[in-house]
């Protein structure tokens, strides 16, 4: 199979109510499509969203749960925090392991979790075109051992106050009948976060005060029709080991003159290191609306998305 980008899920401002509609935990990981078949010996074969191949990092989740059988299923890959809670924050730490004894290690220590939620390819035969009842019906009856397949709802607002109670990230609710269609954002599926939560790009960082290479802060902006927007200074959330992190993978992305279509003010300019953009992060803010991010918190690098994925996050 060739690498594919999944069916994306439209964003909402409150959920959908009926029969016609089922509700699911939204999972603050990353989301993979994994393909099994006997070509591949037993081993499954993970792309990102972005259709970038990534097995590598996920050597608990890689091995077959069902043998010789032909599927290509997609769903999101977890990792809890201590609280017992997916976290994205804690995730990236696999997420960029491109050493197999380094994920090896990770996987020891930061067991990874995959939650599937969709059956798309069964025994040879494709699903896409069956309703979705249908797909989760067979794949409710598969024995996928350590993949786990998450339940499904039919009280959404019963789910949207559990979730916000357990501090999950929130509920995708999909129609009953809608069909899976590759690379396309369905407005079948929708997605409500109980946090403000969006990706941005990286367009500059600034050092911690007193020092000149120390990374501190990163300057963020939103794609628009008119060039990177600027949006905001990003610090709280970046401590040590995440500092050197970026500063790794903003070495050789630098560049003489701000990437953002609009003017960023001085106080956040000044003493700046701008940067190409094209590092994309998730950064939690209080209220939506704004020009500016209201208390921004860096939750996480986002290697699965590219700036251009972001022109239609909203």
Excluded: C
């Amino acid at each position: 199979m060739p690498p594919l980008r999944p069916m994306l899920a439209t964003k909402a401002s409150s959920l959908p109510t009926g029969p016609e509609w089922a509700h699911e935990v939204k999972w603050d990981g990353v989301r993979i499509l994994a393909d099994l078949s006997a070509a591949h010996g037993g081993t499954a074969r993970l792309w990102s969203r972005n259709a970038n191949e990534v097995g590598v990092a996920w050597p608990d989740v890689v091995d077959s749960p069902v043998g010789a059988r032909d599927l290509l299923v997609d769903g999101e890959v977890i990792v809890l925090n201590e609280a017992g809670v997916p976290d994205f924050r804690v995730l990236q730490e696999r997420l960029h392991v491109r050493r197999a004894r380094t994920a090896e290690r990770l996987a020891g220590s930061l067991p990874a979790t995959f939650m599937v939620f969709d059956l798309l390819r069964l025994d040879g035969t494709d699903l896409t075109d069956l309703p979705l009842h249908e797909r989760r019906a067979r794949l409710a009856d598969l024995d996928l051992g350590r993949w786990q397949v998450p339940a499904a709802y039919d009280d959404g607002a019963m789910l949207h106050a559990a979730t916000l109670e357990q501090g999950l990230e929130g509920v995708v609710s999909k129609r009953l009948d809608s069909r899976y269609t590759f690379e396309r954002r369905s407005p079948h599926w929708l997605k409500l976060a109980h946090r403000h939560r969006r990706s941005y790009v990286v367009g500059g960082w600034r050092p911690q005060e007193g020092s000149s290479d120390r990374l501190a802060a990163l300057l963020v902006g939103e794609p628009t029709p008119d060039g990177l927007a600027y949006r905001g200074r990003v610090g709280s959330g970046i401590g040590g080991r995440v500092s050197r992190q970026l500063t790794d993978l903003v070495a050789g992305l630098g560049r003489a003159d701000s990437p953002f279509a609009d003017e960023v003010p001085g106080v956040d300019a000044r003493g700046t290191h701008w940067l190409e953009p094209v590092l994309v992060v998730d950064v939690d803010t209080h209220g939506t609306g704004h020009a500016r991010l209201r208390q921004p918190s860096y939750r996480g690098l986002r290697d699965d998305l590219s700036p251009d994925d972001l022109r239609d996050q909203s």
